[in-house]
């Protein structure tokens, strides 16, 4: 079954504990991004990756960092958590740029940064 | 960078027609998309336009006009399962390296009542 996968799914820790989302796809695609959705502010993007060890900023970026060593996983990293990062967030694939070629989005990870 | 307005709630009857607007502003238009999430969920692709006019799939329409920078979603034959938020988002070609970069909208959160 072709999916997105992220873990955990829930995730309490504190402020300062370094803690990494893992997003694992198994559609040889491409394209990869990390999402945080907050109420009233939407989907916003973190970071995308145009393939393997290809990398870049989103619109939100800072406090978060991303590698792109394997082309199927696309782990989210953040340093020193703190509670503005608390948020919902979502991984997300695709095979290009092209056409209808819709984004494919994990089932989501609730954190709580305290 | 992109300006995308959708109303932020709307409520309809089980039954019933709802169209939910969208409009965009963007120098590097290249293709619309809608979205449905349930809370607490992914969202699911619904609809995609990068044309002017109308694409129907079941009870599903989404439409298109570039001049003007809008889109809409006509959702038939509402059923209580269709309560959800209904996400607008925007690709543009203004991305760096050949990033096509999608945006989304905040949401408009659909109440379906009996």
């Known amino acids: 079954e072709a999916q997105v996968t992220q873990n955990p799914r829930y995730l309490i820790t504190v402020t300062g504990k370094k803690l990494t989302v893992t997003c694992s796809q198994n559609m040889n695609h491409e394209y990869m991004s990390w999402y945080r959705q907050d109420p009233g502010l939407g989907l916003r993007q973190i970071y995308y990756s145009m393939n393997v060890e290809v990398t870049d900023k989103g619109d939100v970026p800072e406090g978060y960092k991303v590698s792109r060593k394997e082309k199927r996983n696309f782990p989210l990293i953040l340093e020193s958590p703190s509670p503005n990062q608390t948020s919902l967030y979502f991984c997300?694939?695709?095979?290009?740029?092209?056409?209808?070629?819709?984004?494919?989005f994990g089932p989501g990870t609730r954190l709580l940064v305290l | 960078g992109q300006n995308i307005d959708q109303p932020t709630e709307m409520t309809a009857t089980e039954g019933a027609i709802v169209q939910i607007n969208c409009t965009y502003q963007?120098?590097?238009?290249?293709?619309l998309f809608w979205y449905q999430q349930h809370a607490g969920e992914a969202p699911t692709f619904l609809s995609y336009n990068v044309l002017d006019g109308l694409e129907e799939k079941g009870r599903f329409s989404s439409f298109l006009s570039r001049s003007k920078g809008y889109s809409y979603l006509l959702l038939k034959e509402l059923q209580m399962k269709d309560s959800a938020s209904y996400l607008c988002a925007v690709r543009d070609t203004l991305g760096s390296g050949g990033y096509q970069k999608v945006t989304f909208g905040t949401g408009t959160k659909l109440q379906v009542i009996p």
């Open positions: 963007t120098s590097g238009f290249n293709g």
């Open positions: 997300a694939s695709r095979l290009g740029l092209a056409g209808k070629e819709t984004q494919y």
